[in-house]
């Protein structure tokens, strides 16, 4: 069974930092590219950043380039985000996904996590 929990969302103020964490099991975690998708409220689904399987390459939205920082550590089978200079407009939901091959391009993200509420106020 693939199971994949997202961990370290919360209230922020804006210009702050978070580390989100999702923790893999129930697959071969490595040979699985993964990533980051938001859900603000009453918004659709928003892509965020994808790593490939060896965490040699990551993809960025636009609107968080340079913001945040994807990283992978396949020894734990973990997925982290990093989120510096956290904006209102950062305020989501964020899940973690696996996709459906070790690469980034084409990918499709066939399992989900139930994710983890970020929300950036003052």
């Known amino acids: 069974e693939v199971q994949l929990v997202e961990s370290g969302g919360g209230l922020v103020q804006p210009g702050r930092s978070l580390r989100l964490s999702c923790v893999a099991s129930?697959?071969?975690?490595?040979?699985?590219?993964v990533g980051w998708i938001r859900q603000a409220p009453g918004k659709g689904l928003e892509w965020v950043s994808s790593?490939?399987?060896?965490?040699?390459?990551?993809a960025y939205a636009d609107s968080v380039k340079g913001q945040f920082t994807i990283s992978r550590d396949n020894a734990k089978n973990t997925l982290y985000l990093q989120m510096n200079s956290l904006k209102p407009d950062d305020t989501a939901v964020y899940y973690c996904?696996?996709?459906?091959?070790?690469?980034?391009?084409?990918?499709?993200?066939?399992?989900w996590g139930q994710g983890t509420q970020v929300t950036v106020s003052s």
């Open positions: 996904a696996t996709g459906n091959q070790p690469g980034l391009s084409g990918i499709i993200f066939a399992n």
């Open positions: 129930g697959f071969t975690f490595d040979e699985y590219a």
């Open positions: 790593i490939d399987w060896s965490g040699d390459r990551t």
